[in-house]
C-alpha cells in the first residue's frame, strides 16, 4: 500500500515537500515514480528513482527545480518541489515498478497510491 501527502496551496515561487509511505510489501524491491494528473489529462510521469536511491531521472520541466529521494529504514520516498508554477498544480501520486529505473511511462508501474493535491496560485 502506498500513501501520498504533503500536498497543498503555495504561491508561485513556493516550495511543498511531498511524501509517499509504503506498507504491506518490501520497500526496496521497487523502484518509486511520482506522477501527476490534472482534469481531463492523462497521468504524467514527473520523476522515478531506484530501488536503492543512487539513481533519479527527471521530465524536463522538473529538472533543477524538484528532487527525488528515498529513505529505504523508513519505507518512504520523497518529492521535493521548489520554484513552483501555477502549471504543477495537480493531483500528485507515487507508484512502484519491479524495473530499477523504470523510467517515467506510467505502464511499467503496478501499484499506485492515493494522490496528494498541489495547487500553485496566488
Known amino acids: 500500500q502506498l500513501q501520498a501527502s504533503g500536498g497543498g496551496l503555495v504561491q508561485p515561487g513556493g516550495s511543498l515537500r511531498l511524501s509517499c509511505v509504503a506498507s504491506?510489501?518490501?520497500?526496496?524491491?521497487?523502484?518509486i515514480g511520482w506522477f501527476r494528473q490534472t482534469p481531463g489529462k492523462g497521468r504524467e510521469g514527473v520523476s522515478c528513482?531506484?530501488?536503492?536511491?543512487?539513481?533519479?531521472y527527471y521530465q524536463d520541466s522538473v529538472k533543477g527545480r524538484f528532487t527525488i529521494s528515498r529513505d529505504n529504514a523508513k519505507n518512504t520516498a520523497y518529492l521535493q518541489t521548489n520554484s513552483l508554477k501555477p502549471e504543477d498544480s495537480a493531483v500528485y501520486y507515487c507508484?512502484?515498478?519491479?524495473?530499477?529505473?523504470?523510467?517515467?511511462?506510467?505502464?511499467?508501474?503496478?501499484?499506485w497510491g492515493r494522490g496528494t493535491q498541489v495547487t500553485v496560485s496566488s
Open positions: 504491506g510489501f518490501t520497500f526496496d524491491d521497487y523502484a
Open positions: 507508484a512502484t515498478s519491479r524495473w530499477n529505473l523504470p523510467g517515467l511511462s506510467p505502464s511499467v508501474y503496478d501499484s
Open positions: 528513482v531506484s530501488r536503492s536511491g543512487d539513481t533519479t
